[in-house]
């Protein structure tokens, strides 16, 4: 399968919600990225899980954090079912994740790998070390969790 047509396939069976919800068990509802900023509505401070599904079946997730419009977005976790692997499920899960994000006028994404794989996601989906000085000026504004991890930035 081709990757648009895998991310046409799951957009419609995929699902971006405040991530207390998804593990509370509330029913799942496109209306519920429309809480954001919503003192009333929103889960977590902006933290937020994407899950995309085959059937009835999640196949690849994401957790990642919104700070807010202008405040890069950083990615938690990002996981595909072994059996799914290597068939576009996650490059579709990072497409839908960027829209979504664009809706939120987020222009930049960040992720920290685990040191020694970075070079797999910058090669596979566009990611790209930051330089030491911005990184620093991140740690200001956003809590970037691991002072000892390369930080990887997209724009969305």
């Not at 990757?3 to 971006?16: E, F, I, N, Q």
């Not at 059937?55 to 997730?61: E, H, I, K, L, T």
């Not at 079912?81 to 939120?104: H, M, N, P, T, V």
Request: proline share 6%; with cysteine.
């Amino acid at each position: 399968r081709g990757l648009a047509r895998v991310a046409d396939d799951t957009l419609s069976r995929s699902r971006m919600l405040p991530l207390l919800s998804l593990l509370g068990g509330h029913d799942a509802t496109d209306g519920a990225l429309r809480g954001f900023n919503d003192a009333g509505s929103e889960c977590d401070g902006g933290r937020y899980g994407l899950v995309v599904s085959e059937g009835r079946r999640p196949v690849s997730a994401a957790t990642f954090n919104v700070f807010g419009p202008g405040l890069p977005a950083q990615v938690n976790l990002v996981a595909t079912a072994s059996d799914k692997q290597r068939q576009g499920y996650g490059r579709a899960l990072f497409e839908i994740l960027e829209s979504c994000l664009e809706d939120l006028r987020v222009d930049t994404l960040i992720v920290q790998p685990h040191p020694g794989v970075d070079a797999a996601w910058a090669a596979k989906l566009g990611f790209k070390p930051m330089h030491p000085a911005d990184v620093s000026a991140l740690h200001t504004v956003v809590p970037v969790a691991y002072m000892d991890a390369p930080v990887l930035a997209k724009d969305v």
